[in-house]
Antibody, heavy 124, light 111 residues
């Protein structure tokens, strides 16, 4: 079955970087993109960006443009998201989701399935 | 402040019909596909409705959506409310600012 499995909980200090992985299985990795979404404690969902599984093209939300890098490793069907210069307000659960653009207008895509989420806590 | 506006809460009793609104603009809902997600607290979101009105397999037809006449708002309707429908619901769409946007989420309580 189609599945996304993310890496485990992270605790980081302000100013550090974190890299979250998202291992995909059960589908052709290069035929879909991966979208990253985060959710701060008690808050709603926030779209961070998208990466193509085919050629690595990316789209980032403007607020993350200079601190977030999304990459893929086709050989291992794994997507990665690195957040640099972490701040306390980056504390959140980070989700990856498979993005299907077919039949969709716009680059949001339909996000299905989602990974289980990775909690990143930023604290001194 | 979310680009797409949803009521923070909604409620109903078992068997009732509940509607959750999602208000946007011509820059998002008016121009792009709207998808809906369901999130049971403590779990990852799940796709509920896509391409404006399609349901993934396993999602019952008690869930339906509509768009306003002007096309800048969408609504999710749950008929025959059940206890397992208690969750947070999010609308989502692309925006002309070149990013994806979510509604702030609506917490549905089944009384």
């Amino acid at each position: 079955q189609v599945q996304l499995v993310q890496s485990g909980t992270e605790v980081k200090k302000p100013g550090a970087s974190v890299r979250v992985s998202c291992k995909a299985s059960g589908y052709i990795f290069t035929s879909y993109g991966i979208t990253w979404v985060r959710q701060a404690p008690g808050q709603g969902l926030e779209w961070m960006g998208w990466i193509s599984g085919y050629n690595g093209n990316t789209k980032y939300a403007q607020k993350f443009q200079d601190r977030v890098i999304m990459t893929t490793e086709t050989a291992t069907t794994t997507a990665y998201m690195e957040v640099r210069r972490l701040r306390s307000d980056d504390t959140a659960v980070y989700y990856c989701a498979r993005a299907t653009m077919q039949g969709q207008r716009g680059f949001m895509g339909r996000l299905d399935p989602w990974g289980q989420g990775t909690l990143v806590t930023v604290s001194s | 402040q979310s680009v797409l506006t949803q009521p923070p809460s909604a409620s109903g009793t078992p068997g009732q019909r509940v509607t959750i609104s999602c208000s946007g603009s011509s820059s998002n809902i008016g121009s792009y596909t709207v998808n809906w997600y369901q999130q049971v607290p403590g779990t990852a979101p799940k796709l509920l409705i896509y391409s404006n009105d399609q349901r993934p397999s396993g999602v019952p037809d008690r869930f339906s959506v509509s768009k306003s006449g002007r096309g800048t708002s969408a609504s999710l309707t749950i008929s025959g409310l059940q206890s397992e429908d208690e969750a947070d619901y999010y609308c989502a769409a692309w925006d002309d600012s070149l990013m994806g946007v979510f509604g702030g989420g609506t917490k549905l309580t089944v009384l």
